[in-house]
């Protein structure tokens, strides 16, 4: 059975387009949408591919999220050496080569976390993987901007752009709602 391009461009659609790097998703953000639990996407999204480390600031921000919700690693990253580095110097548990967006490897995590998948976000920088598979398990999505390597002055996100590009031909809308959130949350203050 063939489905509708509005049921497609559902799938792809994060629920939340931070419009920034993960760095920025705050635990004021998750506790607006009663996240308990994240799952992260490893390249890109938490680290430049070209890095096998996480960076101070990676570091602090796992701190200070790590005592609202639980966080797990779930890379696509077949290299248990690289993903297994970047887990043990942010003191994560991680699953590589999970298939994205096989839902799979996502369950996992959410089980391990003894959280409904209602309550996990998966965050990745990739909607044809982190989001199009969280979507499908029925977890809250957020779409991030890739972490990047400042030593590399022009990078070029080739499959990235194509996917965004493909992903509005379908009817996503990638505007930054955290941008709406942040304003909100102004307004209330």
């Given at each position: 059975m063939k489905l509708p391009t509005m049921s497609k461009a559902i799938l792809l659609q994060p629920d939340l387009v931070l419009g920034d790097t993960i760095i920025n998703l705050t635990a004021e953000i998750l506790q607006?949408?009663?996240i308990k639990g994240l799952v992260l996407d490893v390249?890109?999204?938490?680290?430049?591919?070209?890095?096998?480390?996480?960076?101070?600031?990676?570091?602090?921000?796992?701190a200070q999220i790590r005592t609202i919700a639980d966080i797990w690693l779930v890379s696509n990253n077949l290299s248990q050496t690289r993903i297994g580095n970047i887990a043990k110097s942010l003191d994560l548990p991680y699953i590589a080569g999970?298939?994205?967006?096989?839902?799979?490897?996502?369950?996992?995590?959410?089980?391990?976390?003894?959280?409904?998948?209602?309550?996990?976000?998966?965050?990745?920088?990739?909607?044809?993987?982190?989001?199009?598979?969280?979507?499908?398990?029925?977890?809250?999505?957020?779409?991030?901007?890739?972490?990047?390597?400042?030593?590399?002055?022009?990078?070029?996100?080739?499959?990235?752009?194509f996917e965004v590009w493909l992903s509005q031909k379908l009817g996503v809308s990638l505007a930054g709602t955290h941008n709406n959130f942040t304003k909100k949350q102004q307004n209330q203050d």
């Open positions: 607006q949408y009663q390249d890109e999204t938490l680290v430049p591919f070209n890095k096998t480390e996480a960076s101070e600031e990676l570091k602090q921000w796992v999970a298939q994205k967006p096989s839902r799979r490897r996502l369950k996992q995590a959410a089980t391990a976390m003894n959280l409904s998948v209602e309550k996990v976000a998966m965050v990745g920088d990739r909607l044809f993987t982190d989001v199009l598979a969280g979507n499908r398990l029925g977890m809250f999505t957020i779409l991030v901007e890739p972490m990047v390597d400042s030593a590399i002055a022009t990078p070029s996100y080739t499959i990235r752009n």
